[in-house]
């Protein structure tokens, strides 16, 4: 993974299923599109990470792109999800094997979206990014061997995000969330699951920088 050399900003939102990460990418993209057409004194830097960014006003007319990880409508993407409504699927049997799914979604998502608009100095704000291969381990030692699995497949394109928001919210605040939604709990909405998953994005912050919580 190499800091993002594009003039554009690479925002992720990260957390456990249920805890808003997807409302928030919505929200901070229209508040992104409202702002680029206000003209008001602001200044601002993300501080203690791969990269400082200063602006004299919010966002300098960029562009808000949005995108998200896994996507049904890129190939992996689409695979990830017909595994995931499997009770015994790949994620149960090989869960690194999994996360190598995973891993090739996002490297399509980096070539395919994210790096084409960081190019053209906009703004993405992605739902999810691999932050979420924490999902995929069961310790804290695991972590870095999944993130070595990422750097190897992704390679060149493993652009390292400006600023990664992790939201820190209760399993059973989060579960009483999804099941309000009216529908059943996917395999990686369970209480163990997201348990874990919480507690290895605790670890993920200490091991790697511009992770806000």
């Known amino acids: 993974m190499i800091p993002n050399p594009y003039p554009g900003i690479f925002i992720v939102f990260e957390g456990i299923a249920g805890c808003g990460k997807s409302v928030q990418t919505r929200r901070t993209a229209d508040w992104i599109r409202v702002d680029n057409n206000a003209d008001v004194p602001f200044s601002y830097a993300f501080e203690g990470g791969l990269r400082t960014v200063y ?57 395919q979206n ?67 939604k009216n529908r059943g709990l996917g395999e990686h909405e369970k209480t163990e699951v997201l348990s874990r998953a919480g507690r290895n994005y605790q670890f993920f912050i200490e091991m790697y920088p511009n992770c806000k919580v």
């Not at 499997?86 to 979604?105: E, M, R, V």
């Not at 291969?133 to 695991?142: I, K």
């Open 114 to 180: 994210i790096i084409p608009a960081l190019k053209s100095g906009s703004i993405v704000l992605c739902d999810r990014f691999r932050p979420s291969m924490v999902y995929g381990a069961q310790t804290r030692d695991e972590i870095p061997t999944l993130m070595a699995m990422n750097r190897e497949i992704i390679g060149e394109d493993f652009i390292w995000p400006d600023l990664i928001l992790i939201f820190n919210l209760t399993v059973d605040t989060a579960i009483r969330r999804l099941k309000e």
């Open 55 to 111: 602006y004299d006003s919010p966002f300098c007319g960029k562009e808000a792109i949005e995108c998200k990880e896994p996507d049904r409508n890129r190939f992996f993407g689409q695979k990830i999800y017909e595994e995931l409504a499997k009770p015994n699927g790949l994620h149960k049997k090989n869960p690194h094997g999994f996360q190598a799914w995973y891993t090739c979604d996002s490297k399509e998502n980096l070539r």
